[in-house]
């Protein structure tokens, strides 16, 4: 039971490339969303997906865009990568059932990007 | 605007202390408040809170919401070196739209 797959794990972009960071998971979760972690700035919600078929903007989106292929994978892409985006991406999901679905977040290992 | 508020950002202990780590909030819809513990990598759940006054227990940590005053603490005895790591608070309105983070505390125990 993997849980949440988050690739690559790593990865050096130069300014003006663009990459897809990808998100899957094996937990049937309804679900999902992408943080950004900066040093000493917590995680900021970037895009979410709340079911299948619906995205919708997080705190953070501008230079971003996502995908929600379908119930099990959520892509996270940079379209034009600039040094502001050096970050560590984190995936998370939830069940989305339950009175308490707080309780239901998993964090996928993190994408560790470096822009220069 | 929603807003976690975490103090202090940055704790130096030594191994066998006792320390208190501090989570104010001011949210509009506020359903819990969760605590997580990040060493390297992605964080892991500590607590979740709902209940003013509840304390909430798991070995050496402990934790309480006070609904009333916006506030939760995060209490450590005992420390070991194996508790340093980042301590985050976050709240969620009970929605899919994700949890709010507080900037974290950064805690380091000395040997």
């Known amino acids: 039971n993997a849980g949440v797959t988050q690739t690559p794990k790593f990865q050096v972009l130069k300014t003006g490339q663009s990459m897809t960071l990808q998100c899957a998971q094996d937990?049937?979760?309804?679900?999902m969303y992408w943080y950004r972690q900066d040093p000493g700035m917590g995680l900021r919600l970037i895009y979410y997906s709340a079911s299948e078929g619906t995205t919708d903007k997080g705190e953070v989106p501008n230079g971003y865009n996502v995908s929600r292929l379908n119930k099990r994978e959520f892509s996270l892409r940079l379209e034009s990568a600039a040094p502001s985006q050096t970050s560590v991406y984190f995936c998370?999901?939830?069940?989305?059932?339950?009175?308490?679905?707080?309780?239901?977040?998993?964090f996928g290992s993190g994408t560790r990007l470096t822009v220069v | 605007e929603d807003k976690v508020v975490q103090s202090p950002l940055s704790l130096v202990v030594h191994e066998g202390d006792t320390v208190t780590l501090n989570c104010s909030y001011e949210?509009?819809?506020?359903?819990?408040l969760l605590w997580y513990k990040q060493e390297k990598k992605a964080p892991t759940f500590l607590f979740m809170l709902t209940s003013s006054g509840i304390e909430k227990k798991s070995g050496r940590l402990s934790s309480i919401l006070d609904k009333k005053e916006l506030f939760s603490i995060l209490n450590i005895t005992a420390t070991q070196t194996g508790d340093s790591a980042v301590y985050l608070c976050?709240?969620?309105?009970?929605?899919?739209?994700?949890?709010?983070f507080g900037k974290g505390t950064h805690l380091i125990i000395q040997p």
């Open positions: 937990m049937n979760h309804n679900s």
């Open positions: 976050a709240f969620s309105g009970g929605g899919a739209d994700g949890l709010t």
């Open positions: 998370a999901t939830q069940s989305g059932t339950g009175g308490y679905r707080a309780r239901g977040y998993t």
């Open positions: 949210v509009t819809n506020f359903r819990s």
